[in-house]
């Protein structure tokens, strides 16, 4: 077989190489920039409660959740891990931030009351944290150490061994 | 007794003295609106940068016509319905309010959500292929058509019928005929 002939088999290949890269990648899944870099900094409103800086929490691991009332079933399947994860690591240093986004208050404090949210919650007005995160859906979580820099970035409902493995690496870093 | 008759009324032509007074007091109350509009807006209160200004709406249009947003399918943060995109152009008005160039805002947004935020790729790295391959792609379809043109010419050539030898002779007597004609 001559080269001339081998010509156009070749040159099929980056096209193939090309269309494997595309079907192997999510075109809805956007990687954040932000994962080890510095968490931006940011002030919540809690609801009914004093609000919340990011700034004042140096030094120590944080779990930083992005939800809303109306991201049904994600956010509802998650919710019950993310109040016993509370529950457990709340003597452990660990903070815990709720991030209620483009919500109704009512709807908000109503999910809330549903799964009986004992840490921190509270809206995000004009969704500034939201933006600031580069959050494009919800859940999202984004997990931070001690040294202020985001570790990891989990988006869609969190699992046991997920938030349990991450949290774990937090805590130690 | 023979009628009276009335001329037509031509629109335009004849305007009772009440319907006068009217137009006279509009023109008047159009003309201080005007002109105190265009103190108000030249007055010492003003900043020069008001906030709902057209040419702020104009801006904005611009930078988000730049951004793709990020919950929909190939729409700009302009063009999008959504409530992101809507807090997106809100965030970039408040930007260009504070001073922000059209640059520093679409790199505080890729610095948040990446290229993908960007509707128009950067020329690096892997989006190189995407800047790169059209070109390719015309210079290698350019050498085809070349190459297809060159051997359909060749191809003529080759399938011209032989030259005839007794013609052949022929022409060669008369050319040297010629020569020995035209010489000294």
Redesign the interface.
Known sequence: MSWKRALIPL?CVPLII?LAYGFRTDPKA?????VQKMAPGFRIAIYDGEDVSLEGLKGKPVVLNFWASWCYPACYEEAPLLQATWQKYKDKGLHMIGVDI?DKEESGREFMRRFNFTFPNGPDP???I?????V??VPETFFINRGGRIAYKHVGALTPDLIEEQIQAILKE | MGLTRRPLRMPGTQVSRGVRVWLIALLVYSSLEVALGAFAATGPGNTGAPAESPDLDERVREVASELRCVVCQNLSVADSPSDLAKEMRNLIRELLQQGKTPDEIKAYFQSRYGDFVLLEPPKRGFNLLVWGLPFVALGVGACGVYLVAKRWTMGKHESAPPLDPVYAERVRRELKEREGSSGP
């Open positions: 040159a090309l956007i990687p954040s920039p932000l483009q004009g969704s500034k939201s933006i600031d995160y580069g494009y859906g």
